[in-house]
């Protein structure tokens, strides 16, 4: 199985404070800063799905791909990229995470392939419990491309919700430990912001 990392950053540049807010400071480090290394300890291949102009991210030195579908269709349409790019140059499977949540597990691509393949599941996505409650995380998944055509025309069809799509084809859920942080926690607001920093400060 070959596979490529796709961050997925939005087809709506989300903004803090004028910027991407995946580009807002955590200690030294931007979040992307922070997601790309994390990743790149997984996977040697890596591209962003981004609109609007790739230069803003040219510090990165990763491919930077547009969705591929016109109009707004939220993640579902970064997931539909990435299988795309990874078709063009022969991936089997993608690896997604997003781009505002920077302390997803470093195990992320492990756990997902190994506990996925034992069901010989197309589509595995993490999820964790809160309060003894299920809470999946569907944007950290890892998906087969054989499903790109079937994903792009439930996109066309309206389809906007990943865990519906993805329940489809009978997902396979990942549960992965909290331990003391939800790791898949992402930052949203100027608080988020601060309790990352914290987060970053306690290591």
Known sequence: MSILGVILAGGQARRMDG???CRLKIGDNTILDIVVNCLSLQLETIV???NGDPERFSDLEIDVIPDTIQGYAGPLAGILSGMRFAEKNGFTSILTVA???PFFPLNLLTKLLDEGSNENSLI???ATKQNNKLIRHPTFGLWSVSLADDLEENIHAGVRKIVLWADKHSAKTILFPTLKNDPFFNINTHSDLVEAQQRIGAF
Do not use: F, R
Request: aromatic share 0%; charged share 25%; glycine share 0%.
């Open 19 to 21: 910027i991407d807010k």
């Open 48 to 50: 962003l799905n981004a």
């Open 99 to 101: 781009s505002d949540t």
């Open 124 to 126: 595995s996505i993490a």
